[in-house]
């Protein structure tokens, strides 16, 4: 079936993003792109692009929610949902070839409603059963939770099922799913987090930061979902607080700057992505990549970098529940040497 996709049209911006360091000009247009459930997909990889950009563009867009805005209601069930993390895109991007770096700088996330979900589907969840930890006992039962959104006070309600207690959290919105296509002709499953990006529950993918992500196909094919109001570290239950949302990201082409896996960095910091099974391997993954970056950027020898890593570096779970775990490792500025030039 053709997918219905609605270009709205094409605006000239003007100005440069106040001065930080993974900041970019802001030099070409705004391109600005409408989703709907008629035009969403379920896999990254090759497809008829719904816009293009070029590198310095800024893209303008908005996303359904992980359960493609189908529960909206209590008694909604889970049954409504057509499936797992509707994507956005995928966006072509002019100049991206194999071998590039496709740079995501995070310029504005609204969180487009007010109200958020949360659930258990059986099967799914760090302290449930699942395919990869099967259970004599049977699996949690389906329960939903709909978290109010105060626009006002920046915060979403919990409210419990079985007693009455209530509390607000704040709100963080990010994108739990950004990506591009993989390499190698693959289609990945928009429940996947690995090294194309994907559903990497990264709180990080939040305004002030850029994403990098490596480029594996001509146009790189960038695709976002999955929006988060709010997750603890983990999301151990298998949701976040979903919710649909409006974005603002300026998309930039790196030239001949080859990456393996995911990178964040803003002004403070630079933070490298891991995404596998078992959780230690996510984590070697990350560090490795982080070892080689401040190798290659900052100069220190590997051996340097992974002694002083150990003293100061952090380490983020993101996330233990789908079919990759993804763990980000992270060092403060600070600690390392001026950028080589």
Known sequence: MVMKRQLIGFALFSGMLAGTTTGFAQSGNVVKYHASMGDVKYVYGVAEPVARLKSGDVLETNTVDAFGNAIQKPGDPLSLVKGDNPLTGPFYIEGAQPGDTLAVKILDIQVDGNQGVGAF????????????????????????????????SNTATFKALDSNFSVKIPLHPFFGCIGVAPAGGEARSSIVPAEFGGNMDSPEVSVGNTLYLPVNVPGALLYMGDGHAAMGDGEVAGTAIEVPLRTRLQINVLKGQKINWPRFENDDTIMAVGAYRPLDDALRIAFTELVRWIHHDYGLSELDTYELLSKVARIHLNEMVDPNYVVVALVEKKYLPPKKK
């Open 121 to 152: 589907a059986p099967g799914f969840g760090a302290l449930n059963e699942t395919n990869y930890t099967p259970m004599l006992h049977p699996p949690l039962p389906e329960k939903i939770w709909l978290y109010p959104i105060d626009h006002a």
